[in-house]
C-alpha cells in the first residue's frame, strides 16, 4: 500500500520501504524520523528526493485522516458537532445528510453524548476521541495517529485502538511510544537515525530490541513465567 | 518535612475531587484515569489552583516546584543555554546531561517537545527543591528518555516528589501509591504492601502478581525479578 | 437577544450612534440599559479595570491637552458596553452562521470559519496566558513587566505551532477553500424590539445631525 523508493527528506533517508495494509506501528526514538515520514504519508511535506506513493497514487490524492500528538491542537472548531462535520462540509457534502454522517460517526466512537458539547469543555482523552472521529468522519483510506496515545489512559487508548482496528480502513500508521500497542499491531517499522532499521511483524522487529527499553513490558514479564 | 491536604475540595463547574492525605518524604505516585483530576490536584498542590475548600499546608518546605505537562510554559531563556542559566545551572554539564550537547546556541522554543521536555526536566530535577510534583513526565518521551527521568528521580536529590502520571510500563521505584477513584483520592499505602490493592496497576505487575509472584516495587524490573525469583 | 444577524446589525448600528455624538451615545446607553438588561455580560473586576481604567486615562489626557475628553470617555464606555454585551451572547457557530447568510458557502464560509477559529483561540491563548503566568511564578517571577518578555515570546511561538498543526488537520480534512453550510437562527419575541429600536436611535441621530447643519 505505502512504498518508498530512494526517499531523501530533511534527516529521513529510506532506500526502499513497503508497508502493507493494516495496522502498522511505527517506533523509534524522539527525534529518529517518524513525524516526518508520517507528514510525507499525509502529503503535507513533500520529499526533496525520491518517491512515496499510497496504492500507486501521490499522497495528496488519497483521502487521509490524521491526529497529532497534542490533543487541543487537533480541534479547530467550537463544537464537537461542527468539528466531526467540518471534513464533510469541506467535501461539500449535500447538507442532509452531514447530521446523519456525523452521528453515525459519533456513536461508533461511543462518544454521541458530547454531540452538543463546546471543544474547550472536553478533556484531554474526550478531545482525542473527537479528534479520531473528525478523522475518521471521511472513511479515510489512509489513518495516522502521531502519539496520539501519549494523553490517552490504558482504558481510553484500547476503546481506540479496538474501534479503529474494527473499522474498514486499508491502512493505519500509528506512531507510539508504548511498545505494548506495538506489539498488538500486524506490522512494525522501528526508525532509527532517519531510517527504517527493522521492518517486519512484532516478533520479527522486537526480536532485534529485547536487550534494549524498547521491548513489550508483558512480553519481558511472559518471558520470565 | 510534609505536604499536607487537609479536607481539599477541587471544583471545575460541576465537577469536583476531595483529597485529604499528607505527602511526606519520598517517591509518591499518583495514577488515575485522564480527566480524572490529576492536574488540578497537582495545580492546588502546587498553591496555583485555589480549592473550594479545605487547605493545604507544607511543613518544612521552602522550595516547592510543579513540572507542567507541557513543558513550553516554562522557557524564559531565548536560547538553550540562557534557558539552563535561568534555573541555576551549569551549562556543558546539564547539556551533557540532556544529551544536548554542542546546541547551546539554537532557539529554546525551536527544540522538538521530547527534547524541550528532556531539557526542562533535567533542569527541574537539577534543581535543590525540597518538594517537586511532576505532572505526567513522561508524557511525549521515548522509552530511554523515560527510564533516565526514572533514575533521576531514584536518586531522590529531593526529599519529597510527587507524580501524576497515567504511564503504564517505565515507571520510577516508588514508596507510596495514591490513586484517584471515583472523584477522590486514595491513599494504597507505601510499597511493596500497596500494590495489591493498586487498581491501575500496570498490566506487567499485574500479570506478575496473578503469576504469585511478589515484586518489591513497581518497576518492570521488579515484577521480572520476583518472577525469576518464584521460577528459581 | 438570539439571533445573531439581529445581534450583529444593532451592534454595528449603536456603536455608530453612540460614536458618533453624546446624544446618540445616550440613547445607546438607554438602550443597553433596558434591552441588555439581563444579558450584559460585563467582565471580571481586574478586567474592567483594565479596560475602563485604559478609556478614563485617554479620556483624562484627551481633557487635559484641550481635547473633548469627558465626551469621549463616554462615547467610549457606551460602546465597550455594547460590545460585552454582544460578545457574551454569542453562541458558537453565530459567526459562521451570520456569514455564510450574508455573503454565501464560498466567501462567506471561509469568512465564518476565520472568524470562529479566532475565537476558539482567544479561549486557548486565555489558558495560555494562565498556564505561563503560573510557570513563571513558579520558577521564580522577576516581575509583571519583566515576565512579558518570555509571556509574549513562548505565546507567540506557540501559537505558531498550533496554527500549523491546525494548518495540517484542515489540509488533511481536505479543505481547499469554501463548504457546505445551510445558516440557521433562533428569535426570541424581543428580538425584532430590540433591533428595530436601535434602528430608530441611528435615525434619531441621523436626524439631530440633519438639524444641527
Redesign the interface.
Known amino acids: 500500500m505505502i512504498h518508498a523508493q530512494n526517499l531523501h527528506h530533511r534527516s529521513l533517508e529510506i532506500k526502499s520501504l513497503h508497508i502493507e495494509p493494516g495496522h502498522t506501528a511505527i517506533i ?4 529518529s524520523g517518524k513525524t516526518t515520514f508520517l ?1 510525507l504519508c ?3 511535506e513533500l520529499p526533496h528526493h525520491g518517491t512515496l506513493t499510497i496504492s500507486g497514487r501521490e499522497p495528496r490524492a488519497v ?4 491526529v ?3 490533543p ?8 464537537v458537532a ?1 468539528e466531526v462535520a ?10 442532509d445528510a ?1 447530521g446523519p454522517a456525523v452521528s453515525a460517526v459519533l456513536s461508533e466512537m461511543e462518544i454521541l453524548h458530547l454531540c452538543s458539547r ?4 472536553l ?4 478531545t482525542v476521541m473527537v ?1 479520531c472521529a ?2 475518521l468522519a ?1 472513511s479515510p483510506e489512509l489513518l ?1 495517529l502521531d ?1 496520539t496515545d ?7 487508548a484500547g476503546k481506540l485502538e479496538t474501534i479503529i482496528r474494527r473499522r474498514p480502513a486499508p491502512c493505519i500508521l500509528q506512531c507510539t ?4 500497542t506495538a506489539a498488538r499491531a500486524d506490522r512494525v517499522v522501528y526508525f532509527a537515525g532517519g531510517r527504517p532499521l527493522y521492518v517486519g511483524t512484532p516478533d520479527e522487529v522486537f526480536s532485534h530490541l529485547s536487550e ?3 521491548y513489550p ?2 512480553w ?6 | 518535612m510534609h505536604l499536607k491536604a487537609e479536607q481539599l475540595s477541587l471544583s471545575h ?1 460541576e465537577w469536583t475531587l476531595s483529597a485529604d492525605g499528607v505527602f511526606g518524604q519520598g517517591v509518591h505516585l499518583v495514577t ?4 480524572s483530576g490529576k492536574t488540578t490536584l497537582a495545580s492546588a498542590l502546587a498553591g496555583i489552583f485555589e480549592p473550594a475548600s479545605g487547605r493545604i499546608t507544607h511543613e518544612g518546605i521552602s522550595r516547592l516546584s510543579l513540572s507542567m505537562q ?1 513543558p513550553e510554559y516554562h522557557v524564559t531563556g531565548f536560547l538553550v543555554k540562557d534557558e539552563i542559566r535561568s534555573w541555576h545551572l551549569p551549562v556543558t554539564e546539564t547539556l551533557q546531561k540532556t544529551g544536548l550537547t554542542g546546541r547551546q546556541d539554537r532557539k529554546t522554543l525551536t527544540l ?4 524541550l521536555k ?1 531539557l526542562h526536566l533535567t533542569c527541574l530535577l537539577g534543581s535543590p527543591w525540597d518538594a517537586v510534583i511532576l505532572d ?1 513526565p513522561f ?9 533516565r527521568v526514572c533514575t533521576a528521580i531514584e536518586e531522590k536529590t529531593h526529599p519529597i516528589t510527587i507524580i501524576f502520571t ?1 504511564e ?3 515507571l520510577p521505584a516508588a514508596d507510596v501509591i495514591w490513586e484517584i477513584e471515583g472523584n477522590a483520592l486514595v491513599c494504597r499505602g507505601r510499597v511493596p504492601e500497596a500494590i495489591p490493592a493498586w487498581k ?1 496497576a ?3 505487575l499485574t ?2 502478581l496473578e ?1 504469585g509472584a511478589r515484586p518489591e516495587n513497581i518497576r ?1 524490573q521488579d ?2 525479578e520476583a ?2 525469583r518464584m ?1 528459581a | 437577544m438570539q439571533d445573531a444577524r439581529l445581534r450583529i446589525g444593532a451592534t454595528l448600528l449603536l456603536s455608530c450612534a453612540a460614536f458618533s455624538s453624546v446624544f446618540g451615545a445616550v440613547l445607546a446607553a438607554l438602550w443597553w440599559v433596558v434591552v441588555a438588561r439581563n444579558e450584559r455580560n460585563l467582565p471580571g473586576r481586574y478586567a474592567a479595570a483594565v479596560i475602563f481604567g485604559a478609556i478614563i486615562l485617554v479620556a483624562g489626557f484627551t481633557e487635559a491637552f484641550g481635547g473633548d475628553g469627558i465626551s469621549y470617555g463616554f462615547r467610549m464606555t457606551v460602546i465597550t458596553l455594547i460590545a460585552f454585551w454582544a460578545f457574551g451572547r454569542g453562541r ?2 453565530d459567526l ?1 452562521n451570520t456569514a455564510v447568510w450574508a455573503f454565501g458557502d464560498r466567501i462567506g ?1 471561509d469568512l465564518g470559519l476565520t472568524a ?2 479566532a ?2 483561540s482567544l ?2 491563548i486565555e ?1 495560555d496566558i494562565r498556564d505561563i503566568r503560573n510557570a513563571l511564578k513558579l520558577k521564580g517571577s522577576r516581575g509583571p513587566v519583566y515576565d512579558l518578555i518570555p509571556l509574549g515570546f513562548t505565546l507567540t511561538i506557540m501559537q505558531i ?2 496554527a500549523r ?2 494548518g ?9 477553500g ?5 445558516p440557521s437562527f433562533q428569535r426570541s419575541k424581543t428580538d425584532c424590539f430590540a433591533f428595530f429600536s436601535s434602528i430608530l436611535i441611528i435615525a434619531a441621530v441621523f436626524v439631530s445631525f440633519v438639524g444641527y447643519l
Open positions: 523509534g526514538k524522539n527525534g507528514k499525509a502529503g503535507i483521502h487521509t485522516g490524521w497529532g500528538e497534542v487541543d491542537n487537533n480541534l479547530v472548531f467550537r463544537t461542527d467540518s471534513g464533510l462540509r469541506f467535501q461539500r457534502t449535500p447538507a452531514i463546546t471543544s474547550h469543555t478533556s484531554g482523552g474526550e479528534a473528525a478523522a471521511l495516522i502519539e501519549t494523553h490517552l489512559d490504558r482504558n481510553a511510544q508504548d511498545m505494548d534494549t527499553e524498547m513490558s508483558l519481558r514479564i511472559a518471558g520470565c513465567i | 463547574g488515575g484515569p485522564v480527566g507541557f522538538s517537545r521530547g527534547e528532556r505526567e508524557a511525549g518521551l521515548d522509552c530511554m528518555e523515560k527510564r497515567h503504564q510500563a517505565v491501575g500496570p498490566q506487567y500479570r506478575a503469576e518492570l515484577a521480572t518472577l525469576c521460577h | 458558537e457557530g459562521m464560509f470562529e477559529m475565537i476558539s479561549r486557548r489558558k505551532h498550533r498543526e491546525q495540517l488537520v484542515l489540509a488533511t480534512r481536505g479543505y481547499q469554501g463548504g457546505t453550510f445551510s
